[in-house]
């Protein structure tokens, strides 16, 4: 929600502009595909991803900017399907400065345009991308089902390191303070780089998604075979 307005985005293909307050509808604009993951909000401006449902082995989806007020569409751009990989995002949208950032189901990170749509850059992974992925300090990072983080110049593009882990990295962001980045993976791990190098600094077993916050890590944990949780929090130096 923004000032009062709340943006939803529904499986019939719309995006609904709705009063925070009481839900009355104030608009609704129907697009390509189904928005989903995170939708991202500038001055008059909305931003979000689609993807389509498969029909006969196909599917892509696009990345648009909206006013926010009434609806109309500024810009869309596709994310297509390249072979058996399907477009579309189911990630949402990331904003620093002047692009916005997208992994997509079709194994591409993309840094795009926010004025004009403009594909800026983008990078061919090895599998669909899930991870929401985030930004610090004019890097963008972001992890992949094939098991790769991914640390990317946020202007150009430009690989700076990549880190394979022995399982997925799916929904949710990394998560960044100081010179660490903290992730989990598919494999039971959670993870602890260096930002700027990659270098593993430690990892933990069976434990959920992190939050790196006043050099603690914060997270959920569990046992090996599920019947006792916890939540914990471990000291890490940088």
Known sequence: AVDD???VGTGEQKMLALNKYNG?????????GRPTGI????????????????????SQGYVYAMNRYNGDVYWKSLLPQEGNSFGGSGVGVTLWNNLLFTGSLNSRVYGIDRDSGRIVWNYKGTWIILNYGNIDNGTFYIGENFGYMY???????KLRWRYETKGSIGRGSPSIENNLLAFSSGDSYLYVLDKKSGEFKIKRSNTGAPLLKSGKIYAGTYNDNYSENFIIALQINN
């Open 39 to 58: 939708l991202s909000v500038s001055n008059d401006t909305l931003y979000f991803a689609t993807t389509e449902i498969p029909q006969d082995g196909f």
């Open 151 to 157: 640390a990317f110049n946020a202007l150009t593009g």
């Open 24 to 32: 009355n509808l104030r608009w609704q604009s129907t697009v390509d």
């Open 5 to 7: 307005y709340l943006y």
